[in-house]
C-alpha cells in the first residue's frame, strides 16, 4: 500500500514577549493549532521549556521568529536574550530558522510598512474566519496595553509570510 507523504513543510512560528509568547503551528495554508503561553517568574527558563515541548510536539520542518534585532525593532534585553536561546535550541534539534522583522510582515501581509498590527490581525481573522475571528481583540486605545492575544496574529502572521 502507498502512503502519501505531505511535501508541506510543517512550520512553528513563535512571537515572544513580556508576558510569554504566542504561537501558531501550519502546515500549507492551514492552522493546525495556535495560542498563547504565559511565563512567571523565571520567564525565559519556562518559555523555552514551553517551547521545547511544542517543537517535540509538532515536530516543526521550520522554526520561525521575529528579528529583534532588525532596524527598528525596539525589544528589551531579556527578550533579545530568550530570542538566542530559542535559536540554540532549534539548533540543537537542526530545525531551520528564519526571521522576519515587523516591516517586512506588514509590507508582506498589508503591502503598506506603516500598517498596524490591529490591521494585520483583522486581515489574518478575515482569512482564517474559524481558527482566529473569535480570537480578535478590538483595537488599543492610545492608553492601553496591548492585548495579549496580539501575540497569537503576530504568530501567525509569520508563519503565513515564511510561506511566500
Known amino acids: 500500500m502507498d502512503k502519501k507523504h505531505s511535501k508541506q513543510i510543517r512550520i512553528l512560528a513563535i512571537a515572544p514577549t513580556v508576558r510569554g509568547f504566542g504561537y501558531s503551528v501550519m502546515e500549507g495554508s492551514l492552522i493546525l493549532e495556535c495560542g498563547n503561553k ?8 519556562q518559555a523555552i521549556s514551553k517551547i521545547e ?3 517535540k510536539q509538532f515536530l516543526p520542518g521550520v522554526l520561525v521568529l521575529p528579528d529583534v534585532n532588525a532596524k527598528g525593532c525596539h525589544r528589551a534585553s531579556r527578550i ?5 536561546q530559542i535559536i ?9 530558522v528564519t526571521l522576519f ?5 506588514r509590507k508582506e501581509l498589508l503591502g503598506d510598512v506603516k500598517g498596524t498590527k490591529h490591521e494585520m490581525a483583522k486581515m489574518l481573522a478575515q482569512k482564517y474566519p474559524v481558527e482566529l475571528a473569535a480570537k480578535l481583540p478590538p483595537k488599543r486605545r492610545l492608553w492601553e496595553n496591548e492585548d495579549r492575544r496580539m501575540d497569537i496574529f503576530e504568530a501567525v502572521a509569520l508563519a503565513v509570510v515564511s510561506q511566500r
Do not use: D, F, T, V
Open 88 to 96: 540554540g535550541l532549534a539548533a540543537k534539534q537542526k530545525r531551520k
Open 80 to 84: 533579545k536574550a530568550l530570542h538566542r
Open 38 to 45: 504565559g511565563a512567571k517568574g523565571k520567564k525565559n527558563s
Open 53 to 55: 515541548r511544542l517543537m
Open 101 to 105: 522583522s515587523g516591516e517586512s510582515l
